[in-house]
């Protein structure tokens, strides 16, 4: 199970922190973080391998977005600088086994949390 936390509401321009706890255990899992906004797909934002240093990001967030965690918390984190109106959407953190995880393809991933809502204004 991956519980998200950390959403709200901000201005453009400001920050926001998600995390993401997992109930189980996800060493050697790729663990990442998806959205999806008001009548689009669900896309990739960014992803990383929890027994490594490898990260990946979609080209709107790099520069502005960090993924990152903490094993011994079995905890996910995005930080997410400089919002912009268009980050708007569901935040949804999930795990699985990718072949290629730099695709950020949300079939490739079996297990996903809730969703914490980010809105940027």
């Known amino acids: 199970q991956l519980v998200e936390s950390g959403g709200g509401s901000v201005q453009a321009g400001g920050s926001l922190t998600l995390s993401c706890v997992a109930s189980e255990y996800t060493r050697d899992y790729c663990m990442g973080w998806f959205r999806q906004a008001l009548g689009k797909e669900r896309e990739g934002v960014a992803a990383l391998y929890t027994a490594g240093d490898s990260t990946f990001y979609t080209d709107s967030v790099k520069g502005r977005f960090t993924i990152s965690k903490d094993n011994a918390k079995n905890t996910l984190y995005l930080q997410m600088n400089s919002l912009k109106p268009e980050d708007t959407a569901m935040y949804y953190c999930?795990?699985?086994?990718?072949?290629?995880?730099?695709?950020?393809?949300?079939?490739?991933?079996?297990?996903w949390g809730q969703g914490t809502q980010v809105t940027v204004s």
């Open positions: 999930t795990a699985g086994r990718p072949m290629i995880p730099a695709y950020l393809r949300p079939a490739d991933y079996h297990v």
